[in-house]
T-cell receptor, first 112, second 115 residues
Framework: SQQGEEDPQALSIQEGENATMNCSYK?????LQWYRQNSGRGLVHLIL?????REKHSGRLRVTLDTSKKSSSLLITASRAADTASYFC????????????FGSGTQLTVLP | DAGVIQSPRHEVTEMGQEVTLRCKPI?????LFWYRQTMMRGLELLIY????????DSGMPEDRFSAKMPNASFSTLKIQPSEPRDSAVYFC?????????????FGNGTRLTVT
């Protein structure tokens, strides 16, 4: 099964609203990354949060990490139609030589 | 920086044919990854290279799949013979050496359809 699992699978909101997506994972991690994928395109890295960080901001993005609950959330504030995409979390287990494992993603639709 | 370049963008082939997907990573990146994306299974890591050497190919589904990286600027993923269940989008990604947290840079993928 996937290391990271996003919730919800799909989210539809109006432009200007905030969008929150959640990610849960199973093992301890060094860091957690969020990626975005527009239809027909490759994934684009958005933000990385390390295991010793609790919150990180980048523009309209806010990521939180709760290692005790093995979960993370991605908040997009003041959403725009251009934010419509799939969003994935990805992790590398601590002490593992494995590379990034991606969750199943959240499909976000922002209605104009 | 042109980013990770994949070719072709689309490939339609008949079952049993050989398929070769190509990737040019970002110059200076030490790691190269091949992922496969389907609706059913999501993004799966097939194989990755470090300094042109295959490190982990445990995600390669069958012996029909093979990957090579003859030099730092080129990699191929070959499927021979192809089957309809191989239909998917195949992504190549690269990243720099260093901490595990360095981000992946993805190409725009090759959409493979096997009929």
């Amino acid at each position: 099964s996937q290391q990271g699992e996003e919730d919800p699978q799909a989210l539809s909101i109006q432009e200007g609203e905030n969008a929150t997506m959640n990610c849960s994972y199973k093992t301890s991690i060094n860091n957690l990354q969020w990626y975005r994928q527009n239809s027909g395109r490759g994934l684009v890295h958005l933000i990385l949060i390390r295991s010793n960080e609790r919150e990180k901001h980048s523009g309209r993005l806010r990521v939180t990490l709760d290692t005790s609950k093995k979960s993370s959330s991605l908040l997009i504030t003041a959403s725009r139609a251009a934010d419509t995409a799939s969003y994935f979390c990805a992790t590398v287990p601590t002490g593992s030589a494995r590379q990034l494992t991606f969750g199943s993603g959240t499909q976000l639709t922002v209605l104009p | 920086d042109a980013g990770v370049i994949q070719s072709p963008r689309h490939e339609v082939t008949e079952m049993g044919q050989e398929v070769t997907l190509r990737c040019k990573p970002i110059s200076g990146h030490d790691y190269l990854f091949w992922y496969r994306q389907t609706m059913m299974r999501g993004l799966e890591l097939l194989i990755y290279f470090n300094n042109n050497v295959p490190i982990d190919d445990s995600g390669m589904p069958e012996d029909r799949f093979s990957a090579k990286m003859p030099n730092a600027s080129f990699s191929t993923l070959k499927i021979q013979p192809s089957e309809p269940r191989d239909s998917a989008v195949y992504f190549c990604a690269s990243k720099e050496e260093g901490l595990a947290g360095s981000p992946l840079h993805f190409g725009n993928g090759t959409r493979l359809t096997v009929t």
